[in-house]
Structures are given as C-alpha cells and as structure tokens.
C-alpha cells in the first residue's frame, strides 16, 4: 500500500479512471482492464470489491451521465443511479469527500453523447441532501444522506459539485 495513503488511513477512489487514473497513489476502478485501473468491475454491480468505510476521497469524472437514473430488471423497477450514489456512500470513510463533474443536462456536450442516460441538472443533488430544501427533495426517496459541500455549473458546459458522507445515526425528518 502506498506511503501517503497508510498515512491517511483510507484510499483515494478514482471511479470509472479508465487509462487515466489521477495518479499512483489513487486506487482506479472500471469496467474494463485498462493500464492503471486497479480493480476491474462493472460500478453499476453491487457490492464493489472496496471494503465498507475505507475511502476517504472519491471522484468520478464523466460517469454519472452513463447511469441510469431507472431500470426493469425482471419486472422490477430499480433505481441504478440512486443504488451507484447509496454504494458510494458505503465505501466513504465518515465526512469522507465525493468529487463528481458530468456536463449538465441541458448542454451541447450531454445531447451529443449517445451513451448518456441520465440528464443531470444541479437540482438533482438536493434529492441526495436532508438539509438542502428543507429535506423536501430528499424525503422522495431517502437514499444514503450526502451533504452538498460545492456546487458549480453552467447550462451549456459542466456541472461540478463535491459532496460530503453524512451519518445516518441523525435524524433528517
């Protein structure tokens, strides 16, 4: 195990790195074997292969939009999106940080992507946060509880935004 992250107690996530992982001391997971990926696994399977509460930093860059937000898997309706973000929470060390960046739903760059299926706008993180409009998005579905930390965007470019690992011995209403 590298030096800098023993000394952090918890690994650096890269998820969905491909061949350009952030860096050595970053842990690379993606669907295909890649140089720098390491951990082969498709991130829309749960579990992952990543023990509970080990990570202390995660990002994922342009892979939110590749999920879907809704599926029928043998006559269920499941929630793939809301089960990714729920999965990433399980590996956050508590206060752990979820660096995402995905272009907004409304841009150029999401509709020209024929592999994009979820249309991400800004709104859509406060469906993830208790605290953020007065919890009225997040009682829809209450999946794992995420705090917005940042919150950066433009119509016609990206959406950038770092979340926060909430505990969930609190009660959000």
Not at 15 to 40: F, Y
Not at 107 to 116: I, K, L, N, V
Request: negative net charge; proline residues 8%.
């Amino acid at each position: 195990m590298n030096k800098k992250i023993k000394e952090k107690n918890g690994i650096l996530l890269d998820i969905g790195c491909g061949a350009n992982k952030q860096g050595p001391e970053w842990t690379g997971i993606d669907m295909q074997k890649l140089p720098g990926v390491d951990i082969v696994h498709n991130f829309t399977i749960m579990p992952w292969p990543i023990e509970d509460e080990s990570v202390l930093i995660a990002m994922a860059s342009h892979i939110l939009e590749h999920i879907p937000k809704v599926a029928i898997d043998k006559g269920v309706t499941r929630f793939p999106l809301i089960e990714f973000m729920n999965e990433v929470w399980r590996v956050m060390k508590p206060d752990g940080r979820f660096m995402l960046a995905m272009p907004h739903g409304a841009s150029p760059g999401f509709m020209q992507d024929p592999t994009h299926a979820s249309q991400i706008n800004e709104t859509m993180f406060s469906y993830f946060d208790p605290l953020s409009y007065d919890g009225q998005l997040y009682r829809f579905y209450r999946p794992k509880p995420w705090k917005i930390h940042t919150l950066d965007y433009e119509y016609t470019g990206n959406i950038e935004v770092v979340l926060i690992k909430r505990r969930m011995d609190v009660s959000y209403g």
